[in-house]
Structures are given as structure tokens and as C-alpha cells.
């Protein structure tokens, strides 16, 4: 009987393109085939094998041609553990010079704190001050003229804004007067100190206004002595033209205090914040101080950028050492293909094997209500010695 059933399942395996189909639909063709006898599964399990190394490419010409596959790749993969060997020791080499001046720079930094004189260019700080110290004189001068100009009138035969004998007619009027001559000009220069202020502190709308005060005050002050000035020409007869506000836009003089005045004020101001700020510098500690910030923050630096150098060397030996593993796998299964022992993905096997049993079980199921459980018992057990012998003679295969 089991000879009969045989022979019935062989036409159906030979006439059907076994390629086209699943593996679920030939478990279905399979049991109908033979009844659903579970004595007959071997054959067709062989028949599954048989078409799970086909579609493996396992055949003949399938191996052939994934040996020649197999080389191509190795040879690529080869290729590129020759470049990461060159990146490799490219890295290598950038890492030795960063330590390297890591190391030079923590060296300076050791020298710094111990006491190494720094080396100062005194010469800026110098001469900025020199002209600091002028230029503080000159204000004082010009804004006591013309503040005594601007209130208590030009006198005839003076500019207003230079007066060489104001602190003698500020005596003759009184010690109030000469107070305030001596002191109006520290209203401006207090200014130039907020603005150095400002400066250090980025209050740069606050320096606006000051700048904007000083602007309007030294326009009044420029105000008053241009109408002085033009007041003792027509008491001298030297115009016949009373004084007009529209003249102070034509005026000279006007312009002259702006210039004299407040660009100087301006220029004064920021020269004095480069002063300050460079006598801080000048400073031994501070000047150590800020040489050892300076070295810090480049040693903070070059090691990030060894850092990212490092980063870049890990990865480059992963990659290699991934690339060695990969060309090992490849050079062993070449080997074993060209020696007859064919890698089979065993896990793949038995899910295919587990898709043959699901139509196989359907098919009986739905056939023989009755006893299939008993059917599909004996099916299992079957198919469980088929695939353990299976496995053990691909294990000694290999």
C-alpha cells in the first residue's frame, strides 16, 4: 500500500513547478497526495529540502556562482581595510601632535603660575596714558572757559571757549564763582568714567545717553558763546545784524566748541577705558592670571579636538577589526563551498519545514475531522525524526 501511495505523490512532485508554489501549499499538495499518511511525510520533506537549496542558490551552478561572489566581496572588503589601515594611521599621527602640544602647553601653563616673569609691551599703555593725562587737562581748560563764557558772558577780545585769565576774573567775582569754574569740568569728566563704566559693563544704551547729554549740554554751551561772541561784534560796530537763532547753523564758532568739546570728549572717554583696562593687564597677577586663562582655555581646546581624534581612532580599529571578521567569514565559507561543505542556515530550514507542516495540517484537518489529530500526531513525529537526522548529517557534513 505504501509503495502504491508513493508512486501517487511522485507525479504530483514532478509535474508541479515546486519553485512557483509555498511551502504551506505544497504541505497541502503533499498530504493529498498521500492521504495524509504520515509514513509517506519523509518523501516528501526530501522534496522540501530539495527546493529550500535551489531557492538558497545551493545547487551547482548556485554555488559557483556565490564563490565567485564570495571573492569579489572579499576583495572589496579587503579594499576597504586598506583605506581605514591609511585613515588609521593618519589619526595616529594627528593624535601625536596633539599631545604633543597639549603637553607643551601645560609645561607653559606650570611656568606661568610659578612665577615666569610675562612678557609686557608697556610701550601702548605709555603713551595712551601720556595722552590720557593731556587730554583730561585740555577738558578741564576748555570746559572751564567756556562754562564761565556760557555764564557769565564772553568777554570782549576772547574766543569764549579759550579763556587764558578765567580762574583770575573767577577770584575777582568770588569764591562761589571760582568754585564753580573749578568744578564744572568734573561734570564731564565723571561722564568719561561712566562711559568706561558702561563699557565694561556692555551697557551700550547707557552710553548712548551719556553721549546724547553730553551732546545737548555742549550745544548750549556753543549756543551761548557763538551769541556772545556776535553780541561784542555788533556793540563793536564790527556787523549791524542783531543776533538770530537761524545764525548759530552758520556760525563757526558753533561748531568750533562741538568739535573742540565734545569730539575731544568722546575720544577722551574711550582712550581712558583703554587705559584702565590696560594697566589691569599690566599687572603681574593679573597678567599671570589672564596668561594661565588664556593657556587653559587652548588646552580645553586642543583637547576636544583630541577627543574627536580619538573618537575617529575607535572607530576606525572597529571597523577593521569588524572587516577582519567579515573577510575570515567569507575566506571560510569559500573554502567550505569549494570543498563540498555547504553552510545551511538552519534556523531558514526549520521555518520552512514548519510552513510545509502548516498546509500539511490543514489539509488533513479539513479531510479527516474525525482522527485528525491522531494524523497530525503521527505527521509531527515523523517529521521530528526527519529533521533531526537531517541535522545531525549537515552537522557532520560541516
Known amino acids: 500500500m505504501d509503495d502504491n501511495l508513493i508512486e501517487e505523490q511522485q507525479p504530483l512532485s514532478e509535474n508541479s513547478n515546486e519553485q512557483d508554489i509555498s511551502y504551506s501549499h505544497f504541505g497541502k499538495l503533499a498530504a493529498k497526495a498521500c492521504n495524509s499518511h504520515a509514513a509517506l511525510i519523509s518523501h516528501s520533506l526530501d522534496n522540501i529540502y530539495d527546493k529550500f537549496l535551489n531557492e538558497q542558490e545551493l545547487t551547482s551552478d548556485g554555488i559557483k556562482n556565490r564563490i565567485s561572489k564570495l571573492k569579489a566581496e572579499v576583495i572589496q572588503k579587503k579594499n576597504q581595510k586598506i583605506q581605514a589601515q591609511g585613515d588609521l594611521n593618519t589619526q595616529d599621527k594627528l593624535k601625536e601632535d596633539k599631545e604633543k602640544v597639549i603637553e607643551e602647553l601645560e609645561i607653559e601653563r606650570i611656568k606661568v603660575r610659578d612665577g615666569e616673569a610675562p612678557s609686557i609691551d608697556y610701550v601702548p599703555f605709555v603713551i595712551g596714558a601720556f595722552i590720557t593725562i593731556l587730554l583730561t587737562l585740555y577738558l578741564f581748560v576748555f570746559y572751564s572757559s567756556s562754562g564761565y563764557s556760557a555764564f557769565y558772558g564772553v568777554k570782549q577780545g576772547t574766543l569764549g571757549f579759550i579763556n587764558p585769565n578765567v580762574f583770575a576774573e573767577a577770584k575777582a567775582k568770588g569764591g562761589g564763582v571760582t568754585a564753580l569754574i573749578i568744578l564744572f569740568p568734573v561734570i564731564f569728566l565723571g561722564l568719561g568714567f561712566l562711559i568706561h563704566d558702561a563699557l565694561e559693563k556692555k551697557k551700550y544704551g547707557f552710553i548712548t545717553l551719556l553721549l546724547v547729554f553730553t551732546l545737548i549740554t555742549?550745544?548750549?554751551?556753543?549756543?551761548?558763546?557763538?551769541?556772545?561772541?556776535?553780541?561784542?561784534?555788533?556793540?563793536?560796530?564790527?556787523?549791524?545784524?542783531?543776533?538770530?537763532?537761524?545764525?548759530?547753523?552758520?556760525?563757526?564758532?558753533?561748531?568750533?566748541?562741538?568739535?573742540?568739546?565734545?569730539?575731544?570728549?568722546?575720544?577722551?572717554?574711550?582712550?581712558?577705558?583703554?587705559?584702565?583696562?590696560?594697566?589691569?593687564?599690566?599687572?603681574?597677577?593679573?597678567?599671570?592670571?589672564?596668561?594661565?586663562?588664556?593657556?587653559?582655555?587652548?588646552?580645553?581646546?586642543?583637547?576636544?579636538?583630541?577627543?574627536?581624534?580619538?573618537?575617529?581612532?575607535?572607530?576606525?580599529?572597529?571597523?577593521?577589526?569588524?572587516?577582519?571578521?567579515?573577510?575570515?567569514?567569507?575566506?571560510?565559507?569559500?573554502?567550505?563551498?569549494?570543498?563540498?561543505?555547504?553552510?545551511?542556515?538552519?534556523?531558514?530550514?526549520?521555518?520552512?519545514?514548519?510552513?510545509?507542516?502548516?498546509?500539511?495540517?490543514?489539509?488533513?484537518?479539513?479531510?479527516?475531522?474525525?482522527?485528525?489529530?491522531?494524523?497530525?500526531?503521527?505527521?509531527?513525529?515523523?517529521?521530528?525524526?526527519?529533521?533531526?537526522?537531517?541535522?545531525?548529517?549537515?552537522?557532520?557534513?560541516?
Open 218 to 398: 555742549d550745544s548750549f554751551i556753543g549756543y551761548k558763546i557763538s551769541q556772545g561772541l556776535h553780541i561784542n561784534e555788533f556793540n563793536a560796530g564790527l556787523t549791524n545784524e542783531q543776533w538770530k537763532f537761524s545764525m548759530i547753523f552758520s556760525d563757526i564758532n558753533f561748531y568750533l566748541v562741538l568739535a573742540l568739546g565734545f569730539v575731544v570728549y568722546v575720544i577722551w572717554g574711550f582712550l581712558l577705558h583703554y587705559v584702565l583696562n590696560k594697566n589691569n593687564e599690566l599687572k603681574p597677577d593679573k597678567a599671570i592670571e589672564l596668561r594661565v586663562e588664556n593657556l587653559s582655555r587652548k588646552i580645553t581646546e586642543r583637547r576636544e579636538e583630541l577627543s574627536v581624534i580619538n573618537s575617529k581612532i575607535n572607530d576606525l580599529k572597529t571597523q577593521m577589526l569588524t572587516l577582519d571578521n567579515e573577510i575570515s567569514e567569507k575566506e571560510k565559507d569559500i573554502i567550505g563551498y569549494e570543498n563540498g561543505v555547504i553552510p545551511i542556515n538552519t534556523s531558514l530550514l526549520k521555518a520552512s519545514i514548519g510552513e510545509f507542516m502548516q498546509g500539511w495540517f490543514a489539509y488533513t484537518t479539513m479531510m479527516y475531522p474525525n482522527n485528525h489529530k491522531i494524523r497530525n500526531q503521527e505527521a509531527t513525529e515523523k517529521k521530528d525524526i526527519w529533521l533531526t537526522q537531517k541535522l545531525e548529517a549537515l552537522a557532520t557534513d560541516n
